[in-house]
Structures are given as C-alpha cells and as structure tokens.
C-alpha cells in the first residue's frame, strides 16, 4: 500500500527524513522528471519547494520533459511550472546545445540537485545529463547534490562493447560499456574522477540497496522514466532492445510493450523461424508475435516479429539476445531491412546503430553474418561476445573505487 515501507529508501527518502538540513540556508536548482518521487509518492518539486530553510529557485527537466509528456526525440521548451510557479530550463531542446545548461542558467545557485530514475543502460540520456550538468556547475563553481536511486536491473553484470573515439553521442556521452552496473550516485563519483572535475559533489545513497537486488525486490513504486518505460520488465529488455532503434524496424513504440516487442510487416513468416533458432537462450522464452503500433514507425500497419519472454532475469542477457534477433532479422530480408540513416539524437554522422554500440564494429559483423549464410548463430555470438571482454574487463577495474554497495545483504 502507499504509505508503507519499502525495504530500499532512496537518496530523496533519506534527505527528507533529515528534514533537508543540509540544504538549508542555500539556492538550489532541481535536476527531475517525474520519477523525483518518494516512497509516500510526493514530488521533489513539491518537498523542497515547501521545506523550512531551502530556497528552491530554478527547476531544469531532462529528455522527456520536467512531467516526462514528451515521446522520444521531441524538443521540450523552457517555460515556467504551473504547480509552483517556478521557472524551467529544458535540457532538452531542439539542438545539440540545449544539452548543457548555460552559466546564466546557474546563476545565483549554491546548489544543482540531481534526481532522476536511470535504468541501466549507457544509451538512457539521463546519465548523460547529469554528466553535462556536472561539467556546467564545475565551470562556475556550483556544487553538486546526487540523490541516488537503485538501478532497476542491478549492479552486478557489466556487459558489451564501450565508445570509441569520433563515436561519442548523447547516447554515449562517456566510453563504458552498454550495461554499466551502477547507479546514477556512482556514476557521478566516477564522471568527476575520470574527466577531472574540480566540483563540490555530494551523493546522497540509497538505504537498504545492494548490487544483486533488481527492482521488484525494492518495494518502490515504478514510475515510468520515460513514456516508453511503462514498467521494470521493459527495463530489463532495453540494454538490447534500444538497439532496434538503429533500424527500420518497430521497436514496439506505439503499443502496450515497447521493446519488448519488436518487429516489421515484413518478417511474418521468418518470425517464427527466428523464435525457433533462438530456442532456449538462458532465461528467456521467445514467442512469435503480431502487433500494430498506433503511432511511430509502420504506425497502423501490422508487424511481426519475437519477443523474447524473461523467465529469469538474473540469467537473461537482453543485449545478447536482441543481438541475435537483429542478426536474424537482418538476414531475413536484406532487400527491405535498412539502418537508420535520419538524425539521431542531433546525430547525422555516425548513423544510429554506430551510435549505440559506440563503434562501428558491431553493425560490420552482423552485415557480414546477414550476408555469408553462417548458421552456427551461437559461435557467432560468441567471437562478438568476447570481443566486448577488454571493454568489460577494463570498465570494472575502474568503476571499482566508486562503487557503494555491497554485491549482497
């Protein structure tokens, strides 16, 4: 019931029960969206704005919007709030330099908080704001104050490929791996360490978290952090299923479960051979599907595709799995199948796909696989797999010093 105690505390349920003291005396600005909740469901916006002492003067709203409205790739303007009359700086506009907050944005502010539900994944936008707000608050001097939440999908597992140089994008602001494992407090002790920060940082943890925990076990209402987020099963899908976003396939926007389904008019008949070569991948169960998005790529046109059914997310590997998928796809119809080519995320060159792996390496391969008749799907994924390994490895000896978790209880 709401009300009730969740087994984890956020960093905002923990400042709160301090009654906000240490933000006392101070002008602040708000980094959120509308996950900035606690676990009685009230709004950041809301408890600073009416804490004793806390001078809430400028609000600043990620991808999505400040409310999260906003579909994907959409420009949010700057604006005032209607609930508390506050004014709004978008971090997320229609260019590449609406990203970063501008000097006159922070100014007259003691204090940037930061307070947004990240899922997981490198190519989710809000750990690159927060990474592009930290810079901006160190050029001019501005302290910092991450209130940390639990990443949904876990702590443990670092997997795929990080960005190569000329590679570098709002989807891969910072050369990790795909799947990092942290949450957004340690990313932000790990951002002012490897780029030098010379920031006043405070990072503010979660309480009853550990790194082996995934989110239903948090006892926290899911918000969804973006409109196709609808639930913590979609987070689990998407460090792979994002991926479909470098195609001309449906990534399941425009339905009740995006990434989670995916797929194209096309690949009727091949759906049911892709679900079938998948098999029985580790903690997944693939079933051939039809679906008909109501607004985004093939809106109102009937597509088929696999979707890949978890059955136990600690043995599932989305990027492994949608890896797969996309291989298989593609090579089921080269002729129709395409990469996207339009911008992407103020992107026109490297394309998409090149993007959100961070090279392009990945893509070569599957277009080499699509194209040579190769059947040993497994042997492929594997020589791919292993060529991410240097990249894991290295990304786990330096996240190491900033992790704040235990693994377990």
Not at 12 to 36: M, P
Not at 138 to 164: Q, W
Request: proline share 8%; hydrophobic share 40%.
């Amino acid at each position: 019931m709401i009300g009730d105690a969740p087994r984890v505390r956020t960093g905002l349920d923990v400042i709160a029960s301090e009654r906000f003291a240490r933000l006392a005396g101070r002008k602040v600005g708000l980094i959120a969206n509308q996950t900035a909740v606690d676990h009685r469901l009230r709004h950041a916006i809301d408890l600073l704005h009416n804490a004793p002492g806390v001078e809430l003067v400028r609000l600043f709203g990620p991808e999505h919007g400040l409310r999260g409205e906003a579909q994907d790739m959409i420009g949010v303007g700057s604006g005032a709030d209607r609930r508390t009359g506050l004014p709004i700086v978008s971090l997320y506009g229609d260019g590449p330099e609406s990203l970063v907050p501008r000097s006159e944005d922070l100014d007259g502010l003691d204090l940037l908080v930061f307070d947004v539900q990240d899922v997981g994944a490198r190519y989710y936008t809000f750990a690159a704001t927060m990474l592009y707000a930290m810079e901006a608050a160190a050029a001019v001097g501005c302290g910092f104050l991450v209130l940390d939440r639990p990443n949904p999908i876990g702590g443990l597992k670092v997997e795929g490929p990080t960005v190569s140089a000329g590679f570098e994008s709002f989807v891969g602001a910072f050369p990790m791996p795909i799947r990092h494992g942290m949450t957004v407090g340690e990313l932000a002790l790990l951002f002012r360490e490897e780029r030098g920060l010379d920031l006043d940082l405070e990072v503010v943890p979660c309480s009853g978290w550990h790194r082996g925990m995934l989110w239903p076990e948090t006892g926290l209402h899911w918000i969804p952090p973006s409109p196709n987020m609808p639930t913590a099963a979609t987070a689990m899908v998407y460090p792979g299923a994002c991926l479909i976003e470098g195609t001309n396939l449906s990534e399941g926007r425009g339905t009740t479960r995006p990434f989670e389904q995916w797929g194209a008019p096309w690949l009727e008949e091949a759906s049911y051979r892709m679900a079938e070569e998948l098999g029985d991948r580790p903690g997944t169960l693939p079933r051939p599907l039809a679906f008909c998005p109501v607004f985004h790529k093939h809106s109102g046109t009937t597509c088929f595709g696999v979707q890949p059914h978890v059955t136990d997310p600690l043995a599932f590997s989305a990027l492994e799995t949608y890896v797969l998928l996309l291989a298989m796809a593609v090579r089921a119809d080269r002729e129709r199948f395409s990469w996207r080519t339009e911008p992407y995320e103020f992107v026109s060159s490297p394309i998409a796909i090149d993007l959100l792996f961070g090279s392009s390496r990945e893509r070569e391969a599957i277009e080499e696989f699509a194209a040579s008749g190769e059947r040993d799907l497994e042997g492929w994924l594997l020589a791919m797999s292993r060529a991410w390994e240097p990249d894991t490895r290295s990304f786990e000896e330096r996240r190491r010093p900033f992790l704040r978790y235990p693994a377990a209880p």
